[in-house]
């Protein structure tokens, strides 16, 4: 069994059936009042949350908590649980009384009441990450600051289906770490794990989903990438999220974007540099730095130094704030501004290699006839038109406010394999579907109107030229047909329903945790309007797409 609380004074921690309420108290606690209260869930420890403010206690308990067998297992004679006028027993089965799992705690000293809620997530799985110093502080303070830990999930059957050990737990994200009390995490497990059959890898991101009052905007975007076959396209799964025992809300699985036969599979050239280079010789190394261009002087370089790549495009600002713990990276002649994310140490030559070939790849979608004027060859040699296509239907769709301008990945593969730039999958889809805030513009909420993904005040110059390219329209069109207009239909006909029969109970659970955040970003009160807004945007935005597009 895992860590258990443990507190000086009256404290016995029984387990009576699947779920066992404990209420702890000690002398301190006493003094101040204060109850802290915790369940048994399998071998989980579930402490309950105290909102700001009020005398309100909830315990939010996973789905697959049986709630028939929930009884008082123990609490101190100092205080008597009642429901209503009814005085609870010692071990009695709560769901055997009249109530809908609220219940009152009165201290026989004070006469002063708590009020204890108890609410249960269905049909998803529950993860139970332990951080190494027991708390979240540091981690919610600095994202740069990251500590090990523990992870287990149990689904919602409540079988373990992974239990693995955590190398780094960290904070992650830019808007969404900065602006929000939820935060999303970061973490890497010590081995290579697929968590809830994701597939192998060693990083994982939590996404908080903190500004979508939906939650699903993520994975409906993820779904329709897949759909349209964008290549190493991957859903996640949404989860039940306790850290140190306390519940932190509804969040989205998913794997991060990174090299990998189960992520993204193309040549590692990392892997390959890891034959001579460790970490600490990196860091050793001397910085090679221009004004458009930072790598590493290494003496050995891989055999073959065309591939593959892993490029982030980033916000010039973020690109320059970054820069100083920043492995590689290189800027364009239009000043895209590009984060090398695999390697990420690039030795001189290859990071003067990627920046030239990007270079070269660029000058080519820019022109009007779509031929570098360097090299004559046409843009189609450079990038992988159908991957081009596909991202830019997903980030037009869906008016992703960050479409092609950041978490906007990139890879390219060995030239012996295939010499071409892909469009990777996309990330962060929780700014778009007519989801914005107000320093956004207002173009982004709007379901009319063709953007080229040129409205940010950051916007790419890739996109808006691939546009203008007859070739490029016209996979545009073919694909819009063929992949994402049927998807769309099925969205609207079936599938946003079963999102919000799902996820119902554990977006309830995720409300009331997070009320106070949510009270500052959306604009509807209630879920229910938050999807009627979300249906009507996809509904009219297809109207429009498709009388562009088809008609």
């Known amino acids: 069994m895992r ?12 387990f009576m059936g699947v779920v066992g309420l404990v209420i702890l108290e000690n002398e301190e606690e006493l003094l101040s009042r204060q109850l802290e209260i915790s369940v048994v869930a399998g071998k989980e420890v579930i402490t309950a949350w105290k909102q700001d403010g009020e005398d309100n206690y909830y315990l939010f308990l996973p789905s697959y908590a049986e709630m028939e067998n929930l009884r008082l297992t123990s609490y101190s004679a100092e205080f008597i649980v009642k429901e209503g006028n009814y005085l609870m027993e010692q071990g009695e089965l ?51 600051y990251e500590e090990s830990g523990e992870l287990v999930i149990i689904d919602e059957k409540g079988n373990v289906q992974t239990d693995v050990g955590l190398s780094s737990v960290k904070g992650r994200g830019n808007t969404s770490f900065n602006n929000y009390e939820k935060k999303p995490f970061a973490v ?36 329709m990438e897949e759909a349209m076959g964008i290549p190493y396209a991957k859903r996640g799964k949404f989860v039940d ?174 030239d012996l394999i295939d010499s071409r730039i892909y469009a990777a999958p996309g990330w962060d889809y929780d700014m778009s579907l007519g989801n914005y805030v107000d320093w956004m513009e207002e173009f982004s909420g709007e379901p009319k109107g063709i953007s080229k993904l040129a409205h940010h005040t950051y916007a790419t110059s890739w996109f808006p030229a691939l546009y203008e390219k007859e070739d490029f329209y016209q996979k545009v069109i073919q694909y819009y047909k063929e992949y994402a207009e049927p998807f769309l239909d099925k969205l609207l006909t079936e599938e946003l329903n079963e999102y919000y029969v799902t996820l119902q109970a554990s977006a309830e659970m995720n409300h009331v945790r997070w009320a106070q955040e949510l009270a500052k970003n959306p604009y509807y009160e209630n879920r229910e309007d938050s999807f009627e807004q979300l249906t009507t945007f996809v509904a009219q935005r297809k109207e429009f797409l498709d009388g562009v597009w088809l008609e």
């Open 241 to 414: 999220l306790y850290v140190n025992q306390e519940y932190q809300g509804n969040y989205y699985l998913c794997p991060a974007v990174e090299l990998g036969e189960d992520r993204i599979d193309i040549t590692n050239t990392e892997l390959a540099m890891e034959l001579f280079y460790s970490k600490d010789s990196y860091d050793s190394a001397l910085n090679y730095e221009t004004a458009d261009k930072k790598g590493k002087i290494l003496e050995v370089n891989p055999k073959d130094i065309t591939g593959g790549y892993l490029v982030e495009r980033e916000l010039g600002l973020r690109y320059k704030a970054d820069y100083e713990v920043m492995g590689s990276g290189f800027i364009t002649g239009t000043k895209e501004h590009f984060v090398v994310k695999s390697p990420k140490y690039c030795s001189v030559e290859q990071i003067e290699y990627l920046a030239d070939y990007f270079e070269e790849a660029e000058q080519a979608i820019l022109q009007q006839d779509g031929k570098n004027p360097n090299t004559d060859r046409y843009y189609t040699d450079y990038i992988d038109m159908d991957s081009f296509v596909k991202k830019y239907l997903a980030e037009e769709i869906s008016k992703n406010y960050d479409g092609g301008v950041t978490s906007s990945y990139f890879y390219k593969d060995s």
């Open 94 to 144: 709560l769901g055997q009384l009249p109530m809908e799992y609220s219940i009152s705690c009165v201290s026989e000293h004070t006469g002063e009441e708590f009020s204890l809620y108890i609410m249960k997530s269905e049909n998803l799985p529950a993860v139970f990450l332990d951080t190494n110093s027991g708390t979240l502080e540091q981690i919610q303070a600095d994202k740069e």
């Open 3 to 14: 860590q258990m609380i443990i507190k000086a004074g009256i404290c016995i921690l029984a």
């Open 188 to 223: 890497t497990t010590q081995a290579e794990s697929s968590l809830l059959g994701l597939g192998a890898g060693r990083e994982y991101a939590f996404i908080s989903n903190a500004s979508e009052p939906t939650l699903i905007r993520n994975d409906i975007m993820r779904a």
